[in-house]
Nanobody
Framework: QVQLVESGGGLVQAGGSLRLSCAAS????????MGWFRQAAGKEREFVAA????????YNADSVKGRFTISRDDAKNSVYLQMNSLKTEDTDVYYC?????????????????WGQGTQVTVSS
């Protein structure tokens, strides 16, 4: 059974940093590409970043390029999202998800397992 558990969310001032973690269990094989999405109330879930387990290839949404960095630790079955220079518009619930394909897409439909989400609130 696949389980994804996010942690690390919280309240931070604009310009600050947070590091989100996603602990994965039940995943098999080295082809699991993992991603982060975010969603505000009443809005669609938005792609943030993704990274392949078996390599160093990562993908980032234009809105977070230069500020957010996705990484993974295969030995710990964990994925991380380092968020720097946070803005108030980054306030969302952040979700970790497993991509259905090795090359990830930006649509939530391309991901089959999701964590419960962690709230990130950026104050001005």
């Amino acid at each position: 059974q696949v389980q994804l558990v996010e942690s690390g969310g919280g309240l931070v001032q604009a310009g600050g940093s947070l590091r989100l973690s996603c602990a994965a269990s039940g995943l098999t094989g080295s082809s699991s590409t993992m991603g982060w999405f975010r969603q505000a109330a009443g809005k669609e879930r938005e792609f943030v970043a993704a990274v392949r387990w078996s390599g160093s290839t990562s993908y980032n949404a234009d809105s977070v390029k230069g500020r957010f960095t996705i990484s993974r630790d295969d030995a710990k079955n964990s994925v991380y999202l380092q968020m720097n220079s946070l803005k108030t518009e980054d306030t969302d619930v952040y979700y970790c998800a497993r991509s259905r394909t090795v090359v990830p897409g930006g649509s939530p439909a391309g991901y089959d397992y999701w964590g419960q989400g962690t709230q990130v609130t950026v104050s001005s």
